[in-house]
């Protein structure tokens, strides 16, 4: 009997085996965007062609328009130049409401999107061909919806005090 998955999240409905080969081609990369309520697992997405301060700008945009208004924001990103660009202060500086934590360099495992984007890869991307971006950015989508019809959020298997204890 296999053991009980804690969070099995969506599952591609077709499972097929690897598919990248000696001759695999790409048809051109996306740059996903995600923020994650911690305490429901919930997710908003999206995806840009490119990753520059304006494409977050209208993600920080989107992730405004989707949380309820009153709700504090708290962002934690990885210490990316983006991230603290003037255009990016500048909006920051018009929604007091969000603040912005940076993990520490080398330390991107704290931050829990990222933990998503490696199921997201492990679950589907790994396993799928995409003929164009159009069809990647499109199953992306797909997976944070399923995904939010029964998510669940993250949880550290082990205490503060025993990751450290394993550091030392």
Known sequence: MAPKRNNPGPQRVKYSPERRTHDYVR???????????VADGTVIGATHRRHRAAEFVSFLGKIDAEVPDGL?????????????????NAWLKRHPRFHMHFTPTYSSWL????????????????????RSVQALERDVREWVRAWNENPRPFKWTKTADQ?????A
């Not at 048809?27 to 965007?33: D, L, V, Y």
């Not at 999107?113 to 061909?129: H, K, N, W």
Request: glycine residues 6%; charged residues 15%.
């Open 27 to 37: 048809h051109g990369t996306t740059s996903p965007f995600a923020a994650m309520n």
């Open 72 to 88: 504090d924001v708290h962002v934690v990103c990885d210490n990316y130049g983006t991230h603290k660009t003037p255009s990016v």
């Open 111 to 130: 931050n829990q999107v990222g933990r998503l984007f490696a199921e997201i890869t492990r679950r589907m991307l790994q396993r799928s061909d995409h």
């Open 163 to 167: 990751i450290l204890s394993s550091l």
